[in-house]
């Protein structure tokens, strides 16, 4: 299972930007699509993950501004980020628990991550 992110890069607070992820390879199903990020000498943290019905889990510090969609079909996300601020600068890392077409049982995989930053 690969996961490949794009979106990101430079914008000014209050501004929008949108990430979008698309998972490949051999799935046999994905339970949870998100986004985590990682600012500089933090933790990894949770932003918004979505299952696949339809449940959808925000960190507080985003709730009300960013919203995350999924096209399941697709295997594809995406999280719209508006009214963005400085703290919301950090590595964007798409997300999946998933399980391969092999079997195995769910893991968890990771885009490569992409760069947001918010900055005037």
């Known amino acids: 299972v690969q996961l490949v992110e794009s979106g990101g890069g430079s914008v000014q607070p209050g501004g929008s930007l949108r990430l979008s992820c698309a998972a490949s390879?051999?799935?046999?199903?994905?339970?949870?699509m998100g986004w985590y990020r990682q600012a500089p000498g933090k933790l990894r943290e949770l932003v918004a993950v979505?299952?696949?019905?339809?449940?959808?889990n925000f960190a507080a510090s985003v709730k009300g501004r960013f919203t995350i969609s999924s096209d399941n079909d697709k295997n594809t996300w995406s999280l719209q980020m508006t009214r963005v601020k400085p703290e919301d600068t950090a590595a964007y890392y798409c997300?999946?628990?998933?399980?391969?077409?092999?079997?195995?049982?769910?893991?968890?995989?990771w885009g490569q991550g992409t760069q947001v930053t918010v900055s005037s």
């Open positions: 390879g051999d799935i046999s199903s994905i339970y949870v």
């Open positions: 997300h999946a628990e998933a399980e391969a077409g092999g079997g195995g049982g769910p893991a968890w995989y």
């Open positions: 979505i299952d696949g019905g339809g449940r959808i």
